[in-house]
């Protein structure tokens, strides 16, 4: 193989494995907060109200009275 070619694969492994950990480090944080959230929320007394989307790693959450 050529060098050249050898440093492209070298960049796509150190590239693939570099958006694996962004994309895992994302949804564990995120776990870390809705779980916090959600912990708050029950102190409160109140039912937490959780909207995710898995691809876009995104979420909403609400905290509904049982009053």
Do not use: H, W
């Not at 708050?40 to 691809?55: A, L, T, V």
């Amino acid at each position: 193989m050529k060098v050249k070619m050898k440093i492209v694969i070298a960049l796509s492994v150190v590239s693939l494995v570099t958006i694996t950990f962004l994309i895992s480090a994302q949804s564990y944080f995120n776990n870390k907060e809705i779980s916090f959230a959600s912990d708050r929320c029950y102190e409160k007394g109140g039912m937490p109200k959780i909207e995710s989307d898995f691809f876009t790693l995104k979420y909403s959450f609400s905290c509904q009275d049982n009053n």
